[in-house]
């Protein structure tokens, strides 16, 4: 292999200070929006439901109260034992510095770090991909920067914590050999989070076989892999019962609240599945990256329900709707890219394109507020995006600098669409 050119790295050398200056900066960020909100938006925690149908008040008594309720351990196996420990001890020093409320700002200061984690860890999936750093870079602020991670990384909820597992399994599937323990981790940590993440598991195991040498061994070596994760999860259930005794194991029966049954499509109209398929399209391409108009809703319990319209890319900011014509520019450009891309990854980022069409056809069924799920595919998007461009950048040193430089315009449109968002959150569910 040929050394590497300037400004290009290895995808197998070990990256470690760029991650670390990513999450941290990026932690940081979030950690400031949190503060904002928790100071300015006191309104946005007194009911549940309201923005993108996030249970803000679930989620800060699941993340950083010692005692209350729990989340279903049949759709969230392992998150109790992962995350209250921590959300409590902050919370603990928080109350010692004389802070009110002090759980509500734990579980959204928590949440800040996940995404800060989860920023970094999207950095080092770059590298392994085979991104150069003049060009991961851009990439990594389109992640970090995407209204998904802006908004979720700053209020109490699980999906920044779900986004830093599925970024994690993908980072370690794309790092040559990895340990089996290490992918066994990954996994457990991922499948703890949320139960669906178990598919991006098997994808991610899957991605590192040759299925050529036969379909039994692939499947045999995937569902083992599988069935060890289940069981260390199991085992941990077990550990979670004994500390919190009514988070009962995944594996015993519970069926999950309304709320998640109510989350399924109940028409089948061809009208109806028309406009769901374009949300979905809409969501999962576009709206995750750069927010288009809220809708605000009031309600006759004084709650104020904000959503994206049914058709959102109907209802752009200029900043977003420049930011939707550039990036599907950029989506045809990267599919072709794609076609002809080559090499050891080539494997892991089909395993991420997978994963985006799996998710694409869940939330075709499930989902009321299909943003709220968006840290489950954003990563991917914009993952396999950047590969794509990748194949097309390399053919010649002008292709590479417009690749850049729409990279870097996406980044400034996301900062003028999200931060726009910010703002609209802030003065609805503000007191003044």
Not at 25 to 50: G, I, M, S, V
Not at 74 to 88: C, D, N, R
Not at 297 to 305: F, G, L, M, P, S
Request: net charge positive; hydrophobic share 55%.
């Amino acid at each position: 292999m040929p050394p590497p050119t300037e400004g290009e790295t290895r995808p197998g050398r070990r990256l470690v200070g760029e991650p670390l200056a990513f999450g941290l900066l990026f932690a940081l960020a979030y950690a400031a929006l949190a503060l904002l909100f928790f100071l300015r938006t006191p309104l946005l925690f007194e009911h549940l439901d309201q923005v993108f149908d996030a249970d803000l008040g679930l989620w800060t008594t699941d993340l950083a109260r010692p005692q209350g309720p729990h989340t279903p351990t049949s759709v969230h196996p392992l998150f109790m034992l992962f995350f209250k420990p921590l959300g409590t001890a902050l919370r603990g020093l928080l109350k010692l510095a004389g802070v009110r409320l002090a759980a509500r700002l734990a579980a959204a200061l928590l949440c800040a770090i996940a995404g800060g984690a989860a920023v970094g860890a999207f950095r080092v999936l770059l590298h392994r991909l085979g991104l150069p750093p003049g060009r991961a870079r851009p990439w990594t602020l389109v992640f970090a920067l995407s209204a998904t991670q802006v908004l979720f990384s700053s209020l109490p909820e699980s999906f920044a914590f779900s986004a830093l597992s599925l970024v994690l399994v993908f980072a370690v599937a794309a790092g040559g050999r990895p340990r089996e323990t290490t992918r066994v981790a990954a996994g457990v940590f991922s499948f703890g989070v949320t139960v669906t993440n178990l598919a991006a598991v098997a994808l991610a195991r899957a991605s590192a076989l040759d299925w050529r040498g036969g379909l039994r061994r692939g499947a045999t070596v995937t569902g083992r892999h599988l069935l060890v994760v289940l069981l260390v999860a199991a085992a941990l259930g077990v550990a979670q019962w004994v500390l919190y005794p009514r988070a009962r194991p995944f594996f015993v029966p519970e069926i999950p609240g309304a709320a998640y049954q109510r989350s399924f499509i109940r028409s089948a109209t061809p009208s109806y599945l028309g406009r769901r398929a374009s949300a979905v399209a809409s969501h999962v391409l576009f709206v995750g990256l750069a927010a288009p108009r809220i809708v605000a809703e009031k309600t006759d319990t004084r709650r104020v329900i904000v959503d994206f319209a049914p058709l959102p890319l109907l209802r752009p900011r200029w900043a977003s709707g420049a930011h939707m014509l550039l990036w599907a520019a950029l989506l045809a450009l990267a599919a072709r890219g794609l076609v002809r891309a080559a090499g050891p990854q080539r494997r892991v980022v089909g395993a991420l394109v997978a994963w985006l069409i799996l998710q694409a056809a869940l939330h075709f069924v499930f989902g009321t507020s299909l943003f709220l799920y968006s840290g489950h595919w954003v990563f991917a998007l914009v993952a396999a995006a950047a590969v794509g461009l990748e194949a097309e950048a390399s053919r010649s040193p002008r292709r590479g600098r417009l690749v850049e430089a729409a990279a870097l315009g996406l980044v400034a449109l996301q900062v003028a669409a999200n931060g726009s968002l910010l703002a609209d959150v802030v003065r609805i569910y503000s007191r003044s």
